[in-house]
């Protein structure tokens, strides 16, 4: 199987090299346990070390505001973004229409762009703003398929998030995007502690154990050789 490298220090190591190419993984967790820096870390590492046009799709935040996040980590990101290698696009969820015509229309644009750039990585922040908008949870379900089903089709290897309770066995907030996703990374935040748990990744022999990281003045370092308890995490 092919692999990409996630671009986050420690993790390839618990993955068997990388995420495998053309794969969706869900990054889920609570309020907190830098699923944002995570996902920014992936699309910037990319374009840096391994010379691949990421594009960060944010639902929640501004553009501005995610660059300015990159670039409180010191990261270059205006270079990279010069050259069309970091891009970063903002959805529109005004609900002017239908939910599925918006979806459709959003998965539109996001695919011009993908084709456009050569986008070989996706990362989409977060799914969980869908549903500040909707009431019902089977039209959310619904949205998130369609959603998942579109990006999977997109040839890149895609990344998204999902805001969880911070509790051990809640992987993510409406209960489908984990069906939706080929693999699932979950985040904890213990304080003082964070960590990283791999749940699954199709096709993948990955670690079946939870490893602690920490936020350095670069990012995320994850430590693959040291462990946590399963019930040190609350
Ligand atoms: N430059 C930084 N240096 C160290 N820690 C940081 C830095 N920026 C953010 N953090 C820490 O990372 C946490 C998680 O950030 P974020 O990725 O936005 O969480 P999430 O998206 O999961 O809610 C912040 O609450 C803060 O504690
Ligand atoms: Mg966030």
């Known amino acids: 199987m092919e ?24 990054l889920s967790g609570g309020t907190g346990t830098c699923k944002t820096i995570f996902s920014m ?20 935040a501004n553009a501005k505001n995610i660059a300015w996040n990159m670039q409180s980590f010191g990261w270059d ?20 229409k239908s939910f599925g015509d918006l979806v459709k229309e959003e998965l539109s644009t996001i695919t011009g762009i993908v084709k456009e750039l050569g986008i070989k990585r996706i ?13 019902d949870p089977s039209t959310i ?8 089903d579109g990006l999977k089709e997109l040839d890149c290897t895609t990344v998204f998030t999902s805001e969880t309770k911070s509790e051990r066995n809640v992987f993510s907030a409406y209960g489908v995007e984990e069906f939706m996703a080929d693999g699932l990374i979950m985040l904890y935040f213990t304080p003082p502690n964070r960590s990283i748990f791999v749940r699954k990744m199709r096709g993948t022999k990955h670690s079946k154990t939870v490893h602690p990281f920490e936020v350095t003045p670069k990012g995320i370092v994850i430590k693959p050789k040291e462990q946590v308890l399963w019930e040190a995490i609350k």
């Open 3 to 26: 692999r990409i490298k996630s671009g986050i220090p420690g993790l390839d190591e618990l993955i068997e090299g990388g995420f495998p190419i053309g794969s969706t993984t869900l």
């Open 41 to 60: 870390q992936y699309i910037y590492n990319g374009a840096l070390l391994y010379n691949e046009p990421g594009l960060f799709v944010t639902i929640e």
């Open 77 to 96: 990101v205006g270079q990279l973004q010069e050259e069309r290698k970091i891009n970063i696009y903002r959805m529109h969820l005004a609900p002017k």
């Open 123 to 135: 990362a989409v922040d977060s799914t969980t703003a869908f549903a500040s908008l909707i009431d």
């Open 141 to 148: 379900r619904n949205i998130l398929f369609k959603f998942g």
